[in-house]
């Protein structure tokens, strides 16, 4: 019973560069979301999805790409990565968003040189 | 969905009770009141929910007033395990989005 995966744990990126962080679950939800925590703070929202085919912003999307082909699958594409993106990274998600129970990932640790 | 107000810090010792309040005075009413735990490198676990009046579970109780414009987090006989970030979080129940705020950070001491 696997819940949320996200890959990989931790990563290092040059200023510039892209890349995707992978978030996959297997409970047949249809709410992912993806957050970020920067030291001693609080998770903000970057973007979530309601459903395969369907995403939205959340508090802080600018610099990241989201897309949903699938009800598994939700990656988080950073377009070029910049110091101040250096976060940890959690996905998360829940049967229907709203008042259900969000289950989350353990998290994948960013940094950008 | 109502802004959320809580403690940035709270400490007690092992055996105690703690109460952790959180303000919420724009609550809707189709909004339900959130907790969610989290310890140091891990994601947040949802710990407990409520609409109104008082619900428990084997974690912990939380207990809303009739205005509904705050809520109590009660944390019984606390142990040195129970250190970690609470959050309080108001959610629709139709489908939305999670807002999570700054949360309280609880120590807990022998």
């Known amino acids: 019973n696997a819940g949320v995966t996200q890959t990989p744990k931790f990563q290092v990126l040059k200023t510039g560069q892209s890349m995707t962080l992978q978030c996959a679950q297997d409970?047949?939800?249809?709410?992912m979301s993806w957050y970020r925590q920067d030291p001693g703070m609080g998770l903000r929202l970057i973007h979530y999805s309601v459903g395969a085919g369907i995403t939205d912003q959340g508090e802080v999307p600018n610099g990241y790409n989201v897309s949903r082909s699938t009800t598994e699958d939700f990656p988080l594409r950073l377009l070029s990565a910049a110091p101040s993106q250096t976060s940890v990274y959690f996905c998360?998600?829940?049967?229907?968003?709203?008042?259900?129970?969000?289950?989350f990932g353990q998290g994948t640790r960013l940094t950008v040189v | 969905l109502a802004k959320t107000t809580q403690p940035i810090s709270m400490d007690s010792y092992e055996g105690q009770e703690v109460n952790i309040t959180c303000s919420h005075n724009n609550i809707a009413t189709n909004d339900y009141i959130t907790w969610y735990q989290q310890f140091p490198s891990q994601g947040p676990r949802f710990i407990i929910q409520g609409y109104k009046t008082k619900v428990t579970n084997e974690v912990a109780s939380l207990f809303i007033p009739a205005d509904r414009k705050s809520s109590t987090l009660s944390l019984p006989r606390v142990s040195l395990s129970d250190t970690a970030v609470y959050y309080c979080l108001v959610v629709r129940s139709s489908a939305s989005k999670i807002i999570f705020g700054s949360g309280t950070r609880l120590s807990i001491r022998p």
């Open positions: 409970m047949n939800h249809e709410y």
């Open positions: 998360a998600s829940s049967p229907t968003g709203g008042r259900t129970e969000a289950f």
